[in-house]
Nanobody
């Protein structure tokens, strides 16, 4: 069984930075591919960033490319998302996900396990 707990969200001004963390339990090397999603009110949950097991490859949504960086502790599989140059449109509940089923990673139904989310609010 996998459990994910996000932390690090908060309220910042435009241009500010935050680092999100996702503590993962029950994750093994074979299930260590993980991702960050976000969901704003009235919007669909969207994939933000992906990191494959072993941190060999990362992928980002175009909207965050160059501003966000995903990383992973390869010992405990703790997941991080460094967010710089935040914009109001980044405001959302951010989730980490694990249990990749294979397919299109940006679709929520590709993932088995989810955390409860951490709120990021960016004001102008």
């Amino acid at each position: 069984q996998v459990q994910l707990v996000e932390s690090g969200g908060g309220s910042v001004q435009t241009g500010g930075s935050l680092r999100l963390s996702c503590a993962a339990s029950g994750v093994t090397a074979s299930s260590a591919t993980m991702s960050w999603f976000r969901q704003a009110p009235g919007r669909e949950r969207e994939g933000v960033a992906l990191i494959y097991a072993g941190s060999a490859s990362t992928y980002y949504a175009d909207s965050v490319k160059g501003r966000f960086t995903i990383s992973q502790d390869n010992a405990k599989y703790t997941l991080y998302l460094q967010m710089n140059g935040l914009k109001p449109e980044d405001t959302a509940l951010y989730y980490c996900a694990a249990g990749f089923r294979s397919g299109l990673w940006r679709r929520p139904n590709t993932w088995t396990y989810w955390g409860q989310g951490t709120q990021v609010t960016v004001s102008s």
